[in-house]
């Protein structure tokens, strides 16, 4: 299936000279008597590499129709991430280039998605927030603020985090997965 410049949106994986890319950015530019085109960020899904290419308007890519698949991360061997498919229980291991910040974000009997393509692991779709738990962070000093102040915290996947004062270890927060920011405490 092929899909024009018009039909481009953020996150929408096409091939582009063999390669498969994730776009990450995407803008329609017009100036003056020209003709638009269309200049994308993209990201090489087997390699991880950035790129930028223009295009005009009215281009043709072809559309990249990644299968979802449900899996279950089960631990970290190093640069391995050891899951299993909860369909056919099968177990396989992914390595960090391929799961890029999602790292992060996941713990031992989360359930993600993976994105396959003639079965063969591209990527990962996440969730836009999910729960950490606080291992270590500063204690809070109380007192007069004219502005919201924040501290280092470091989550359960050693990620670290501004969080507000109010923030101790052992509490449960919601974090952003996209910016890797603080949203809120969970209970």
């Known amino acids: 299936m092929t899909v024009t410049t018009s039909e481009l949106r953020k996150g929408l994986t096409i091939l582009l000279d063999g390669d498969m890319y994730k776009i990450t950015e995407w803008s329609h530019n017009k100036q003056g008597r020209g003709s638009a085109n269309v200049r994308l960020q993209l990201k090489n899904v087997r390699t991880g590499a950035n790129t930028e290419r223009t295009f005009m308007a009215g281009s043709k890519f072809e559309d990249v129709r990644l299968e979802r698949r449900p899996v279950q991360f089960l631990y970290n061997d190093g640069d391995d991430y ?16 391929i799961l890029g910040d999602a790292v992060n974000y996941i713990k031992e009997n989360d359930t993600i998605d ?24 500063e204690p809070g000093v109380q007192g007069d603020r004219a502005t919201a102040a924040f501290k280092p915290a470091t989550t359960e996947t050693g ?21 890797g920011k603080y949203l809120e405490r969970v209970n």
Do not use: H, W
Not at 82 to 97: C, H, I, K, P, V
Not at 114 to 137: C, H, K, N, Q
């Open 82 to 97: 050891n899951f299993m498919d909860n369909n056919t229980y099968e177990q396989f291991a992914l390595g960090r280039s």
């Open 114 to 137: 993976l994105m396959m393509f003639r079965d063969e692991p591209m990527d990962i779709d996440m969730p836009a927030a999910v729960v950490l738990g606080v291992v270590s962070t």
């Open 159 to 179: 990620l670290v985090v501004q969080v507000p004062l109010f923030v101790n270890e052992g509490d449960r927060i919601k974090v952003d997965t996209r910016e």
